[in-house]
């Protein structure tokens, strides 16, 4: 089993956030840990993903040049620093750990219990 935590916040429009997953268990077993995100009334979708061992690395569109996931995995840490924040990225976002990398959320095992993001106007 892999237990993931993660941390979220509060910022106003054009602010940054640096959002943690804290990984706990069998961290060995991480190939990919990834991070989605759910605003309301709206289904989840892909955030980012990066390989645990590696540095492969995969961003959806509108994370692309706004959004960095890293990792330290010797630690079982992974982040997602989020710039350039705007209301419509108020969600709730999840970080998730699984055995590939890649952007469906079949493909992740283990799932954190959410941290909320808002993003005021």
């Known amino acids: 089993q892999v237990q993931l935590v993660e941390s979220g916040g509060f910022v106003q429009a054009g602010g940054s956030l640096r959002l943690s997953c804290a990984a706990s268990g069998r961290t060995f077993s991480i190939v990919a840990m990834g991070w989605f995100r759910q605003a309301p009334g709206k289904e989840r979708e892909f955030v980012a993903t990066?390989?645990?061992?590696?540095?492969?690395?995969q961003y959806a569109d509108f994370a692309k040049g706004r959004f960095t996931i890293s990792k330290q995995n010797v630690e079982g840490i992974g982040t997602l620093q989020m710039d350039g924040l705007n209301p419509e990225d108020t969600a709730i976002y999840f970080c998730a750990a699984g055995e590939v990398v890649g952007s469906a959320e079949y493909e992740y095992k283990y799932w954190g219990q959410g941290t909320q993001v808002t993003v005021s106007s």
């Open positions: 990066i390989s645990w061992f590696g540095n492969a690395f």
